[in-house]
C-alpha cells in the first residue's frame, strides 16, 4: 500500500512539468514531506472545455486525498480508500466508474514504508521506515483516479462547499529496492503515457489497464529514514535524513 508520501513541487513546477494549462491560485499547497490520508494533495487531471468543442483542458487540482465514492451518504468512509489495487481497480463498485472517466496524476517525490525489524537489545520488533524514490531525483507521476461527492446538505449546486473532490493511487507489486521492504507499492506511469491516462475521452477499459504496467527494475532507491515520520503532525525536509 502506500499511505504516507512527500510531495514538495510547487505549482509553478508543476504547471510545467505536466504541460498544465489551467491551475487555480487559491488551491496552492505548501510543501509537504509527509503527506498523511485527507490532506490535500495536487492532482493533474484534464477535463472537458466550457466549449461546444471536444477539446479538454488539463489542471492543476488540489484534492482530498482519499476517495469518496459519489453514492456514499458522507465522506468519512474516504481516509480507508487512499489505495486501489490495479489487480481489481477497473471493476470494484467504488473506483470502476472513476476509472473509466475520473484519471489522474499524483505528483511526488517519493513514498515512505515501514519494515518490521527485531531491536537486538529489547528483543522487540519495531517498524523502520524508509523513503523509496527514484534514484535520478525525478518527479513520480502516480497513478490515480478522482471522484466528486456532493454534499445534500448544501442545497445550492453553484456552492463550491456543495462539492468534494477526492482521490486515490492505484498500486501494484512492488519492485526494486522497495519489494525489499513492502510488498506493494503506488504505481508510476512513464512520461508517454500522461496524456492517454488523463484524457476522460480515451475509457477503452484494456486500453487504460495496459497503461498500468510495473515499472522497469533499477529506477527506485530506498533508505532508513528517522522514525518521526511515524507522526502525522511532523513534517519538514528532516524527515527525509537518513536514519542514524
Known amino acids: 500500500m502506500c499511505g504516507r508520501y512527500a510531495s514538495t513541487r510547487g505549482p509553478q513546477d508543476l504547471t510545467s512539468l505536466f504541460d498544465v494549462t489551467e491551475w487555480h491560485p487559491e488551491e496552492e499547497l505548501s510543501p509537504s514531506w509527509n503527506v498523511a490520508p485527507t490532506d490535500p494533495v495536487y492532482a493533474v487531471l484534464e477535463r472537458p ?46 473506483y470502476r466508474r472513476a476509472f473509466a472517466k475520473r484519471r489522474c496524476l499524483l505528483p511526488a517525490d517519493g513514498f515512505y514504508e515501514w519494515d518490521p525489524v527485531k531491536d537486538e537489545a529489547t528483543g ?15 518527479v513520480m507521476a502516480l497513478a490515480g483516479l478522482y471522484e466528486y461527492w456532493r454534499d445534500p446538505e448544501v442545497e445550492d449546486d453553484g456552492d463550491p462547499a456543495a462539492w468534494l473532490m477526492t482521490c486515490t493511487i492505484i498500486t501494484t507489486d512492488a519492485t526494486d529496492e522497495a519489494g525489499r521492504v513492502h510488498p506493494r507499492m503506488p504505481l508510476a506511469l512513464a512520461p508517454d503515457h500522461y496524456d492517454a491516462w488523463l484524457d476522460p475521452r480515451h475509457q477503452d477499459t484494456d486500453e ?5 504496467i510495473r515499472p522497469a527494475g533499477g529506477r527506485l532507491t530506498a533508505r532508513p529514514v528517522s522514525t518521526a515520520v511515524n507522526s502525522v503532525r511532523d513534517n519538514g525536509p528532516h524527515l527525509l535524513d537518513p536514519a542514524t
Open 49 to 94: 472545455a466550457r466549449d461546444d468543442t471536444d477539446r479538454v483542458r488539463r489542471e492543476l487540482r488540489a484534492l482530498r486525498w482519499g476517495l469518496v465514492p459519489s453514492w456514499a451518504k458522507d465522506p468519512r468512509g474516504g481516509a480507508r480508500m487512499i489505495n486501489a489495487r490495479v489487480e481489481t481497480v477497473h471493476e470494484k463498485p467504488a
Open 124 to 138: 522487540r520488533t519495531r517498524k523502520q521506515p524508509y523513503f523509496i524514490h527514484p534514484d535520478d531525483g525525478q
Open 208 to 212: 487504460l489497464r495496459a497503461l498500468l
